[in-house]
C-alpha cells in the first residue's frame, strides 16, 4: 500500500518589507496576508484524506504547514530535502538591473541554465523526487502534504513532465500556497492536477525573495 497521492504546497506570502532576496536566510515568517493565505490552503484541502504532512525547516513554510496540521490534527515532520534552493544573492537587494551592472558579479550570471548564481536545477530534482518518492511509499494510505517552496516545487513538476529545467522564473506556475498534486500510475510519478486555494488573495499578494 502506497499513499494516494502527495500535494506539493508552497507557503504564503513572506513578510519582506527590504525587499531582499531572502532565500535559506533565518526569520522570514509570513505575512499577516501569507497567514491567511495559509488557512485558505488548509481549508481547500479539507475534502482530502490527508493522513501525513511534511514541511521544510523553513519558518515561512512551518507556519503554513501549521494550518494544514491544526486542521487535520495531525503532526508536522521536518524534511531538510525539499528546502528553498541556496543562492548567492541571499540577504541582498531584489534590484536585479544593479546586480547586472557590477562587474565583480558577472561571474554569477554566466549559465543561467545551470544556474551559476545558486543550487543547480539537478541538484534540487535531485533531492526533491527521492523526498517525494518517499513520501509516497512509505505512507499506507491517504494522502500525503508537503508544503515547500517555489523553485523546488516547480522543478518536480518540470521533471516529471520531462521538460528542461531552466526556465524563466517570472513564468513559473506555483503561485503562493498553490498546491500541485502528483500520484503513482504504474510505478511512474505524474501530475495530477494544480490549484490556488488563496486565490482571492493573489492580486494585491508581494511575491518577491524567492530564488
Given at each position: 500500500?502506497?499513499?494516494?497521492?502527495?500535494?506539493?504546497?508552497?507557503?504564503?506570502?513572506?513578510?519582506?518589507?527590504?525587499?531582499?532576496?531572502?532565500?535559506?536566510?533565518?526569520?522570514?515568517?509570513?505575512?499577516?496576508?501569507?497567514?491567511?493565505?495559509?488557512?485558505?490552503?488548509?481549508?481547500?484541502?479539507?475534502?482530502?484524506?490527508?493522513?501525513?504532512?511534511?514541511?521544510?525547516?523553513?519558518?515561512?513554510?512551518?507556519?503554513?504547514?501549521?494550518?494544514?496540521?491544526?486542521?487535520?490534527?495531525?503532526?508536522?515532520?521536518?524534511?531538510?530535502?525539499?528546502?528553498?534552493?541556496?543562492n548567492r544573492f541571499e540577504g541582498?537587494?531584489?534590484?536585479?538591473?544593479?546586480?547586472?551592472?557590477?562587474?565583480?558579479?558577472?561571474?554569477?550570471?554566466?549559465?543561467?541554465?545551470?544556474?551559476?548564481?545558486?543550487?543547480?536545477?539537478?541538484?534540487?530534482?535531485?533531492?526533491?523526487?527521492?523526498?517525494?518518492?518517499?513520501?509516497?511509499?512509505?505512507?499506507?494510505?491517504?494522502?500525503?502534504?508537503?508544503?515547500?517552496?517555489?523553485?523546488?516545487?516547480?522543478?518536480?513538476?518540470?521533471?516529471?513532465?520531462?521538460?528542461?529545467?531552466?526556465?524563466?522564473?517570472?513564468?513559473?506556475?506555483?503561485?503562493?500556497?498553490?498546491?500541485?498534486?502528483?500520484?503513482?500510475?504504474?510505478?511512474?510519478?505524474?501530475?495530477?492536477?494544480?490549484?490556488?486555494?488563496?486565490?482571492p488573495l493573489l492580486a494585491g499578494?508581494?511575491?518577491?525573495?524567492?530564488?
Amino acid at each position: 500500500m502506497v499513499a494516494r497521492a502527495v500535494h506539493l504546497v508552497r507557503h504564503g506570502e513572506v513578510h519582506n518589507p527590504a525587499g531582499v532576496v531572502y532565500g535559506r536566510l533565518p526569520g522570514f515568517r509570513l505575512s499577516e496576508r501569507g497567514e491567511a493565505m495559509a488557512a485558505m490552503t488548509a481549508e481547500g484541502l479539507a475534502p482530502l484524506p490527508v493522513t501525513r504532512l511534511i514541511a521544510s525547516p523553513m519558518l515561512r513554510t512551518q507556519q503554513s504547514a501549521q494550518p494544514i496540521a491544526d486542521r487535520f490534527g495531525i503532526e508536522i515532520e521536518t524534511d531538510e530535502r525539499v528546502v528553498e534552493a541556496w543562492n548567492r544573492f541571499e540577504g541582498r537587494s531584489l534590484a536585479w538591473r544593479s546586480l547586472v551592472r557590477s562587474p565583480k558579479d558577472w561571474r554569477l550570471f554566466a549559465n543561467p541554465g545551470r544556474p551559476s548564481w545558486g543550487e543547480p536545477f539537478t541538484d534540487v530534482v535531485q533531492r526533491m523526487r527521492p523526498a517525494v518518492m518517499e513520501a509516497l511509499r512509505t505512507t499506507p494510505d491517504g494522502d500525503v502534504v508537503i508544503v515547500s517552496h517555489q523553485l523546488p516545487i516547480w522543478m518536480v513538476h518540470r521533471s516529471v513532465a520531462r521538460k528542461p529545467l531552466a526556465t524563466d522564473p517570472r513564468h513559473r506556475r506555483c503561485a503562493l500556497s498553490s498546491v500541485t498534486s502528483f500520484a503513482l500510475q504504474g510505478g511512474r510519478l505524474v501530475e495530477t492536477g494544480y490549484r490556488d486555494p488563496a486565490a482571492p488573495l493573489l492580486a494585491g499578494a508581494v511575491d518577491r525573495g524567492a530564488t
